[in-house]
C-alpha cells in the first residue's frame, strides 16, 4: 500500500507542468496614488489597423522549416499562424503577411527592442536570453502601450510597439507535430501573436490562449479563440466586460495618467508563482495554475 501512495504521487508531481512563458505587457502605473491597474485591458487602436500591422520576421527561423512547412501561398509557419488570426475575424486583418523577413535581433537587455528599434515590430530568436528575465520562460512578448480613458470610463492600454522573443537558450522548437521533445513552433507563435493583439489567457484547456502550454501540445487553431479576439475588438471592446479582469479599474470620463507610456512583466517561475512586475519592482504574486 505504501508503495502504491508514493507511486501515485510521483506521478503527479511528473504530470504537473509548469506555464513557461513570461508576457511583457503594460498594464500598471507607477503614479503616486493611482488605482492599481494590474489588469487593465489592451489593444491597438483602429487608426493602428487600418491597415495591417508589419511584424517583421527574422531570417534566423528559415534554418528551421524545410520545404514542406510552407503553404501554397509561400508562407512559413510563422506567417501561417499570422494568417489564422487574420481569418478569426471580419473585423480587421491584424498582420502584413507580406512582409519581408530581417535579419535577427538579438539584444542583451529586453527594452533594446523598443529603444534601440521601437519603429519595427518583430519576432525574433534569442540564444543568449535575458538577465532580467526567467530562464524558465519560453517566450516573451513586450508591448508598450499609452494608458487611455474609453467612453465608458474604463482604462485600457492603447497598444504602440509590441515584440516577441523566443527564448532558443533554454528550449527546442519544432513544426514536426510529432516531435514530442520539444515545442510546437506554431503553437507557440499562435499563442504569442494573441499577446501581442492584447488577449489574455483564457481558461478553456483547448483554447490557444489558455495559460499552460505542454512540449506535447499542438493547438493550430483558433476555433475557442475567436470569440475573444471578437470581444475585444468589436463594437463594446473597450468595456471588455467579461474577456479580462480590470481589477477595480476607475471609472471617470478622462484620467490624469492618460497618454502615459507604460510597460510591465509578468513572469511565471518554475515554482508555479506568477510574479508582476512594474519597473522592476514586484507588485503582484499569485500561484498559477499547473497542469
Not at 513544426?175 to 504569442?192: A, C, Q
Amino acid at each position: 500500500m505504501r508503495l502504491a501512495i508514493l507511486l501515485a504521487c510521483l506521478l503527479a508531481l511528473i504530470s504537473c507542468t509548469p506555464e513557461t512563458e513570461t508576457t511583457n505587457r503594460s498594464p500598471a502605473s507607477s503614479s503616486a496614488g493611482s488605482s492599481s491597474t494590474t489588469g487593465l485591458p489592451a489593444r491597438w487602436s483602429s487608426s493602428k489597423l487600418s491597415s495591417p500591422l508589419s511584424v517583421k520576421v527574422s531570417s534566423a527561423f528559415d534554418t528551421d522549416f524545410t520545404a514542406g512547412d510552407y503553404d501554397s501561398d509561400g508562407y512559413g509557419p510563422i506567417r501561417q499562424m499570422m494568417k489564422l488570426w487574420n481569418e478569426s475575424t471580419t473585423l480587421y486583418d491584424f498582420f502584413n503577411l507580406s512582409e519581408a523577413n530581417v535579419g535577427n535581433r538579438e539584444y542583451s537587455n529586453l527594452t533594446d527592442y523598443y529603444y534601440q528599434d521601437g519603429a519595427q515590430f518583430g519576432i525574433y530568436k534569442s540564444n543568449s536570453w535575458f538577465s532580467d528575465v526567467s530562464s524558465a520562460a519560453l517566450a516573451v512578448t513586450q508591448y508598450y502601450g499609452n494608458k487611455r480613458t474609453s467612453s465608458t470610463g474604463s482604462q485600457y492600454v492603447e497598444i504602440i510597439h509590441a515584440d516577441i522573443i523566443l527564448n532558443y537558450a533554454s528550449y527546442t522548437f519544432t513544426t514536426d507535430r510529432f516531435d514530442y521533445g520539444s515545442y510546437d513552433l506554431p503553437t507557440v507563435m499562435l499563442h504569442e501573436l494573441g499577446h501581442l493583439l492584447g488577449l489574455g489567457h483564457y481558461s478553456h484547456p483547448y483554447a490557444v490562449m489558455a495559460p499552460t502550454l505542454a512540449s506535447y501540445e499542438v493547438k493550430r487553431d483558433l476555433f475557442y479563440d475567436k470569440t475573444n479576439i471578437a470581444n475585444l475588438y468589436g463594437s463594446n471592446n473597450l468595456a471588455v466586460k467579461s474577456l479580462l479582469k480590470t481589477n477595480g479599474a476607475i471609472t471617470p470620463t478622462s484620467h490624469p495618467d492618460d497618454g502615459e507610456i507604460v510597460r510591465g512583466v509578468i513572469e511565471l517561475m518554475p515554482s508555479g508563482d506568477c510574479h508582476h512586475y512594474l519597473e522592476g519592482k514586484l507588485i503582484e504574486s499569485h500561484k498559477a495554475k499547473l497542469r
